[in-house]
């Protein structure tokens, strides 16, 4: 009797310390600029926001072979802020993409014009 109380004992609280899993948000990711049109040298602030079920990082490409990145570690979901200033004239397409380690991939663009 001793060993099946035990035995029911040690399955009851197995089960109620095992881990607890959070239904995956579906991956998508936006992107926000705080002005499409600006001048040279006029520092423009990207805000991005992602989710998904297990974010690894995220990579912005300005399209003037600069690009930044930021790291996410797993989080399902993220907030990030950049800032770049453009140097010469033109029209740019701005991407973002969002890497998630179970859904892959997603970007979101966005034009800047700078005159």
């Known amino acids: 009797m001793r060993r099946v109380l035990l035995t029911s004992i040690l399955v009851i ?3 109620s310390c095992g881990e607890s899993t959070l239904d995956r948000l ?3 990711v936006t992107i926000f600029p705080t002005k499409s049109v600006t001048t040279p040298l006029d520092t423009i602030t990207f805000r991005v926001s992602a989710q998904g079920g297990n ?3 995220l990579q912005i490409d300005y ?17 990030i802020t950049f800032h770049h200033a453009y140097t010469a004239a033109g029209t740019y397409q701005v991407t973002v993409t969002v ?3 179970l859904a892959g991939q997603k970007r979101a663009s ?6």
Not at 110 to 115: D, F, G, P
């Open 13 to 15: 609280a197995g089960a």
């Open 26 to 28: 579906p991956l998508a």
């Open 55 to 57: 974010l690894v990082g």
């Open 63 to 79: 399209a003037d072979s600069n690009s930044d990145q930021f790291g996410t570690s797993g989080a399902r979901t993220a907030e």
């Open 99 to 101: 890497t998630d380690a």
């Open 110 to 115: 966005t034009e800047i014009r700078v005159n």
